[in-house]
């Protein structure tokens, strides 16, 4: 239940939903979008990442010189786990066509492509179990231009819109034209898509769409598609063989440059393990729990960058690190569930975001970054958020509308996962409203990819959220599911082309050495040894008396010393 | 400027920066985590609870926002004769609970290829039969932490009521606590995903217009406008964009 303070401003959202409502039944928004002036504005005063130490210079590496994210900076400029004279690449443990590393959607997407369609073997190597990732967590939905009164281009304006006009074209063109093969892929895998009466999709808006395409498994998309997929994938042993909590930490190249396989590291048993590869699909997903600028994050236990710091070791080039989604609803109360993700569809459904007056300050549904600025801004500069009992801040999200818009009951049906987490704490959200503030939610850049899903390494794909340069700077809702469909498929099928020609050469992790040259020569003072693998949430007197094992030139230096925020300054 | 996003108990949740912990704790409670005692803030989740132990968690920790099922936990009450279960991200600690997590369950996947299966209880019957040693106990719907009526989809099976299954399993997140409960071993959420693959598979009513636009896009006809839109300049492009009107 909410504390008893916040009883007048409940009581200022009652009284204000019935003219709401009203708005709301017209066609009309329900307040004014902003235009491409207004936009920039509440996204240079207010977005988080335009504070002045969000972003800083990285002095090594591929993108040297260049004004990244500060937490990935601090990420890039790090140790190996490992130098070149402690691995043994005479004899590869494992050899396979093609090495998936990280067991998401894009990455079972991959492995079932290049079975099905190229008859190549593959290695899933995930480092918790295969499915724990963001893809398991998307609720609200996927975007694909399936209705007849939408198509494909409509899709490419709403996409390249919402990022700026700075994603790359023929990655949009990709994912929009991909977009309805997908739906058909997943539903012949056994996907269950919510559908009309007659059986044509369901479809809603989300934020930045001009038209209803939203498809969507009740609030369980996410989950829906990823188990199918997981079965799919464990139907046959035979052709993939999937590592659990085998995460890879660097990658192996070969004498002529090309990207040969990974070294993995046993969670168990603490071993590495080499695996050399004919092609290898980078699918590590995102960098939500480096809890950048201090944030909640939506993410999952292992969205640690993990897929960024091995490619940009190897040479591959990132592009549009500089920017982070945050999503614009996380909760904010009740604190055992805050930065969860509240779904975007609550507002395609006809959720509206309220300050504590109980009044309209932005157009439910603009694009992501749009949204969570304005709601910063109204918060921080209006003075119109409400304080929770730990001193957070949130605003109203409008719920109750829901149920009065589309009949009672919806709520509860088209929303189960949501319902779930609140009225565990006393909170029916088809009768009261969520108290909301934006939370970390995606990481918009990533691994430089083309439509290809090459990068600059030959031999090294990349698919779903570790590849950069398809969102811009803003990734649309919806966009990420149909993103590790379409470019997991895509990189199943290019790396299974290319793995059937190539000849490796000598293995090699000799850019280990040079890279951890380069960081002394650009002085770089660091302890921080990456990938990170794990966060820890240990308190901070516990890490104080907590075990250091190892120097960070020594392999098996143990995930306790890898904790990016004890590194820096403000921790 | 400066927002405002981690408040000063940052606790109790587990989506929340490490270093939060160290201020604000309100009172505290006792429990006892695979039997030994800690003291734990007393509204922390029994995720929140193991880290602020001070544990690593390997196995037990996955999208720590109930969608995965990595983190099922056992636990028991002062005073209290029941085993109780829930999702530790999603579960409330209490003075004296008792708990352990439950690393993985095993159990069986069936092997099957969805091509060559029929959406009918002969499915059931070929790649799960332990379904039909059900004994109507309830313990799977009891031990459930979705609340899922759990009982009522492995009868629906029995009766091959594939739509009846996948409706009722629809929320499952396969923490596998039912089948660790279960009396006659049934593996409950793994049949779940085979009939709701079923169902999608062969049960679904058709999209007409999914077809049609498939064929389309296969038949290239986009692309022209594709070629179109790649070729426009920024200005153009947000012209267009802005411009553009709303379903």
Redesign the interface.
Same mark, same amino acid.
């Given at each position: 239940m909410y504390p008893d303070y916040m009883a007048e401003s409940l009581r200022k959202v009652e009284q204000s939903r019935p003219r709401r409502l009203e708005l709301a039944r017209k066609p009309d928004p329900v307040y004014p979008p902003m235009n491409e002036d207004e936009r920039r504005a509440v996204l240079e005063g207010f977005h988080p990442d335009f504070e002045p130490s969000a972003r800083r210079n990285v002095c090594v590496g591929p993108n040297k010189g260049e004004s990244l994210t500060t937490e990935v900076a601090d990420l890039l400029e790090s140790h190996s786990w490992l130098r070149s004279e402690q691995v043994d690449l005479s004899k590869p443990d494992v050899e396979t066509d093609m090495l998936i590393i990280g067991g998401g959607g894009a990455g079972c997407n991959a492995a079932l492509v290049a079975m099905r369609e190229h008859g190549i073997r593959s290695v899933i190597a995930t480092k918790l179990r295969m499915g724990d990732s963001n893809s398991m967590m998307s609720q609200g939905g996927m975007q694909a231009a399936v209705s007849r009164t939408d198509s494909p281009t409509r899709h490419y304006l709403d996409a390249i819109g919402g990022g700026h006009f700075e994603n790359k074209p023929e990655l949009v063109r990709a994912l929009t034209e991909d977009g309805p093969g997908v739906v058909k892929w997943l539903e012949d895998l056994g996907v269950v898509w919510d559908k009309e009466q007659d059986g044509s999709m369901k479809v809603m808006h989300g934020g930045g769409t001009s038209r209803k395409r939203m498809l969507s498994c009740r609030d369980y998309t996410g989950a829906m598609i990823m188990r199918t997929l997981m079965d799919e994938v464990r139907n046959h042993p035979d052709m993939i063989s999937v590592k659990e909590f085998m995460p890879a930490v660097e990658l192996i190249m070969d004498d002529a440059g090309r990207c040969a396989g990974a070294v993995l590291y046993n969670m168990d048993s603490e071993e590495f393990i080499t695996v050399k590869a004919k092609s290898t699909v980078i699918a590590t997903g995102g960098y939500g729990r480096l809890h950048i600028r201090g944030y909640d994050t939506t993410n999952h236990y292992g969205a640690t960058g993990d897929g960024l710091v091995m490619a940009y070791r190897a040479g591959a080039k990132l592009m549009y690190m500089d920017s982070v989604q945050y999503h614009p609803t996380g909760v904010s109360f009740p604190e055992q569930i805050a930065g969860f993700l509240v779904t975007e569809a609550i507002r395609g459904a006809g959720g509206q975001p309220l300050n504590k007056d109980g009044e309209l300050f932005v157009f439910p549904r603009e694009p992501r970054d749009i949204e969570a600025s304005a709601i910063i801004r109204e918060c921080v500069q209006n003075g119109g958020g409400v304080p929770t009992p730990s001193g957070r801040l949130g605003v109203w999200l409008d719920s109750p509308l829901i149920d009065m818009l589309h009949g009672e009951g919806y709520t509860e049906k088209h929303f189960p996962a949501m319902y779930r987490q609140f009225i565990r704490y006393g909170i029916d959200i088809a009768k009261l409203p969520m108290l909301i503030y934006p939370s970390l939610h995606y990481q918009n850049g990533g691994i430089e990819i083309n439509e290809r899903c090459e990068t600059d390494l030959p031999g090294l794909y990349v698919a779903g959220e570790a590849s950069g340069g398809l969102h811009g700077r803003n990734r649309l809702m919806g966009n990420s599911v149909l993103d590790y469909n379409v470019f997991g498929r895509r990189a199943g099928k290019y790396a299974s082309e290319y793995a059937k020609s190539v000849k490796l050469g000598k293995l090699s992790v000799a850019h280990l050495d040079a890279y951890e040259k380069q960081l002394a020569d650009a002085n770089v003072q660091t302890e921080l040894v990456t990938p990170i693998l794990l966060p820890s949430y240990a308190p901070k007197d516990v890490k104080k008396r907590q075990l250091v094992r190892g120097g960070n030139s020594l392999p098996g230096a143990s995930v306790l010393q890898n904790r990016l925020h004890d590194e820096r300054a403000d921790a | 400027?400066?927002?405002?996003? =981690? /408040?000063?108990?940052?606790?109790?949740?587990?989506?929340?920066?490490? &270093?939060q912990?160290?201020k604000?704790v309100g009172s505290l409670v006792t429990v006892y985590i695979m039997g030994k005692a800690y003291e734990v803030p007393a509204?922390?989740?029994i995720m929140?609870a193991i880290?602020? =132990? /001070?544990?690593?968690?390997?196995?037990g920790?996955?999208?720590?926002? &109930?969608?995965?099922g990595?983190c099922a936990t056992i636990y028991r009450l002062p005073g209290d004769y029941k085993i109780r279960t829930g999702l530790a991200c999603?579960t409330?600690v209490e003075e004296g609970m008792t708990l352990a997590q439950i690393p993985s369950v095993p159990a069986e996947?069936a092997?099957?290829?969805?091509e060559k299966l029929k959406p009918n209880v002969t499915a059931i019957q070929q790649m799960y039969p332990t379904v039909f040693r059900c004994v109507a106990c309830n313990t799977c719907t009891k031990s459930c932490p979705?609340?899922l009526q759990v009982m009522d989809y492995v009868q629906a099976a029995k009766r091959g009521d594939i739509a009846a299954v996948?409706d009722l399993s629809?929320?499952c997140?396969?923490c596998g606590l039912c089948m660790l409960r279960c009396p006659a071993e049934i593996t409950q959420p793994l049949m779940g995903?085979?009939a709701?693959?079923?169902?999608?598979?062969y049960l679904?009513?058709?999209?007409?217009?999914?077809?049609e636009?498939?064929k389309a896009?296969?038949d290239g006809a986009?692309a022209a406008?594709?070629a179109e839109?790649?070729k426009m300049g920024?200005e153009d492009?947000?012209k267009?964009?802005?411009a553009?009107?709303?379903?």
């Amino acid at each position: 239940m909410y504390p008893d303070y916040m009883a007048e401003s409940l009581r200022k959202v009652e009284q204000s939903r019935p003219r709401r409502l009203e708005l709301a039944r017209k066609p009309d928004p329900v307040y004014p979008p902003m235009n491409e002036d207004e936009r920039r504005a509440v996204l240079e005063g207010f977005h988080p990442d335009f504070e002045p130490s969000a972003r800083r210079n990285v002095c090594v590496g591929p993108n040297k010189g260049e004004s990244l994210t500060t937490e990935v900076a601090d990420l890039l400029e790090s140790h190996s786990w490992l130098r070149s004279e402690q691995v043994d690449l005479s004899k590869p443990d494992v050899e396979t066509d093609m090495l998936i590393i990280g067991g998401g959607g894009a990455g079972c997407n991959a492995a079932l492509v290049a079975m099905r369609e190229h008859g190549i073997r593959s290695v899933i190597a995930t480092k918790l179990r295969m499915g724990d990732s963001n893809s398991m967590m998307s609720q609200g939905g996927m975007q694909a231009a399936v209705s007849r009164t939408d198509s494909p281009t409509r899709h490419y304006l709403d996409a390249i819109g919402g990022g700026h006009f700075e994603n790359k074209p023929e990655l949009v063109r990709a994912l929009t034209e991909d977009g309805p093969g997908v739906v058909k892929w997943l539903e012949d895998l056994g996907v269950v898509w919510d559908k009309e009466q007659d059986g044509s999709m369901k479809v809603m808006h989300g934020g930045g769409t001009s038209r209803k395409r939203m498809l969507s498994c009740r609030d369980y998309t996410g989950a829906m598609i990823m188990r199918t997929l997981m079965d799919e994938v464990r139907n046959h042993p035979d052709m993939i063989s999937v590592k659990e909590f085998m995460p890879a930490v660097e990658l192996i190249m070969d004498d002529a440059g090309r990207c040969a396989g990974a070294v993995l590291y046993n969670m168990d048993s603490e071993e590495f393990i080499t695996v050399k590869a004919k092609s290898t699909v980078i699918a590590t997903g995102g960098y939500g729990r480096l809890h950048i600028r201090g944030y909640d994050t939506t993410n999952h236990y292992g969205a640690t960058g993990d897929g960024l710091v091995m490619a940009y070791r190897a040479g591959a080039k990132l592009m549009y690190m500089d920017s982070v989604q945050y999503h614009p609803t996380g909760v904010s109360f009740p604190e055992q569930i805050a930065g969860f993700l509240v779904t975007e569809a609550i507002r395609g459904a006809g959720g509206q975001p309220l300050n504590k007056d109980g009044e309209l300050f932005v157009f439910p549904r603009e694009p992501r970054d749009i949204e969570a600025s304005a709601i910063i801004r109204e918060c921080v500069q209006n003075g119109g958020g409400v304080p929770t009992p730990s001193g957070r801040l949130g605003v109203w999200l409008d719920s109750p509308l829901i149920d009065m818009l589309h009949g009672e009951g919806y709520t509860e049906k088209h929303f189960p996962a949501m319902y779930r987490q609140f009225i565990r704490y006393g909170i029916d959200i088809a009768k009261l409203p969520m108290l909301i503030y934006p939370s970390l939610h995606y990481q918009n850049g990533g691994i430089e990819i083309n439509e290809r899903c090459e990068t600059d390494l030959p031999g090294l794909y990349v698919a779903g959220e570790a590849s950069g340069g398809l969102h811009g700077r803003n990734r649309l809702m919806g966009n990420s599911v149909l993103d590790y469909n379409v470019f997991g498929r895509r990189a199943g099928k290019y790396a299974s082309e290319y793995a059937k020609s190539v000849k490796l050469g000598k293995l090699s992790v000799a850019h280990l050495d040079a890279y951890e040259k380069q960081l002394a020569d650009a002085n770089v003072q660091t302890e921080l040894v990456t990938p990170i693998l794990l966060p820890s949430y240990a308190p901070k007197d516990v890490k104080k008396r907590q075990l250091v094992r190892g120097g960070n030139s020594l392999p098996g230096a143990s995930v306790l010393q890898n904790r990016l925020h004890d590194e820096r300054a403000d921790a | 400027m400066g927002s405002a996003p =981690a /408040g000063a108990g940052g606790v109790l949740s587990s989506s929340q920066e490490d &270093g939060q912990q160290g201020k604000a704790v309100g009172s505290l409670v006792t429990v006892y985590i695979m039997g030994k005692a800690y003291e734990v803030p007393a509204e922390a989740t029994i995720m929140g609870a193991i880290e602020y =132990a /001070g544990h690593q968690i390997i196995r037990g920790a996955g999208c720590r926002e &109930g969608y995965c099922g990595a983190c099922a936990t056992i636990y028991r009450l002062p005073g209290d004769y029941k085993i109780r279960t829930g999702l530790a991200c999603m579960t409330m600690v209490e003075e004296g609970m008792t708990l352990a997590q439950i690393p993985s369950v095993p159990a069986e996947k069936a092997i099957y290829d969805i091509e060559k299966l029929k959406p009918n209880v002969t499915a059931i019957q070929q790649m799960y039969p332990t379904v039909f040693r059900c004994v109507a106990c309830n313990t799977c719907t009891k031990s459930c932490p979705q609340g899922l009526q759990v009982m009522d989809y492995v009868q629906a099976a029995k009766r091959g009521d594939i739509a009846a299954v996948m409706d009722l399993s629809f929320d499952c997140v396969v923490c596998g606590l039912c089948m660790l409960r279960c009396p006659a071993e049934i593996t409950q959420p793994l049949m779940g995903i085979m009939a709701k693959r079923l169902y999608g598979r062969y049960l679904r009513k058709e999209s007409p217009e999914l077809a049609e636009r498939v064929k389309a896009v296969e038949d290239g006809a986009y692309a022209a406008e594709y070629a179109e839109l790649m070729k426009m300049g920024r200005e153009d492009l947000s012209k267009r964009y802005y411009a553009r009107d709303s379903e």
